[in-house]
């Protein structure tokens, strides 16, 4: 992600994100945002909402991953807050298996952790013949699995959170494919919007629903290609609880402010409604150096 601007903001800013300490969350907040004091939530609301409210500067919410894909319940809050997109970052997935102090893979009978991280885990479990325990959160299992003092059971979390619970990591890099790696956006009350700048590469992320029309979708996507502008994601979402109109999430390659986007966004204003700018922003280095972390 670009650097965030901070000489603006208090002398020990707060960054929220969802989850316990030793989250992989938590390692993106401490990575992407070393200024920024990390705070848990219990849940992504709660951290948009910190923000929303004032207590918080920023959110670090997860959007996508490599392996599992999207993180559904964003794309159904999002369009519930007022918050901005300033900023992406990627942070590569290290999956660790870990247990009790003095506990061994013969002693595990059931791991705990997210859906996301069990998913991204799933050969690996099988290979294993393991049972599976939902949880809110990588780290979260962790720290339960601490508290009850249960050998046989095991969570998918973190080496941080492994250090943080002091615990015993039984085996790293459990997951499924290497190059597992999340996507993170960052929200803030504030738009950010970068001056744009001839030459350089933004993202613009925005939100609309499509009219009830033949080929909307279709129309509504056609001024982007002929203002040619690369679109690199398209995500659809129900959130009016209804069947007869779509909502849409899309980032692509451009700068709410350079003229093809501006042409692109007034013909889009035929085919669709509830236009919203989340941000625009420079891309993450992942990005840059082709989907690696170093």
Sequence with gaps: MSEINTSDASPEPIIAFQGHLGAYSHLACRTATPAFTPVPCGTFTEAMQMVEKGAA???????????????????????????????????????????????????????????????????????????????????????????????????????????????????????????????????????????????????????????NMPAALYKAMGGFATNGINMIKLESYMNTGSFQATSFYVDVEAHQDEQGMINALEELAFFAQDIRILGTYQPHQWRKKGGTLS
């Design 57 to 211: 500067e920023l959110a670090m919410i997860p959007i996508e991953n490599s392996t599992a894909g999207r993180v559904e319940e964003i794309y159904r809050q999002l369009p519930k807050t007022h918050l901005s997109i300033i900023g992406e970052h990627f942070e590569s997935i290290n999956h660790c298996l870990i247990g009790l102090k003095g506990s061994t893979l013969t002693d595990i009978q059931t791991v705990c952790s997210h859906p996301q991280a069990l998913a991204q885990c799933d050969n690996n479990i099988m290979r294993l013949g393991l049972a599976t325990d939902v949880k809110s959160d990588t780290a979260g299992a962790a720290r339960e699995i601490m508290q009850l003092q249960d050998k046989s059971r095991a969570a998918i979390a973190s080496s941080l959170a492994a250090e943080l619970y002091e615990m015993e990591i039984l085996q790293e890099n459990f997951q499924d494919f290497d190059g597992n790696t999340t996507r993170f956006i960052i929200l803030s009350r504030q738009a950010e919007v970068p001056a744009y700048e001839v030459g350089k590469r933004y993202l613009t992320s925005l939100m609309f629903r499509v009219r």
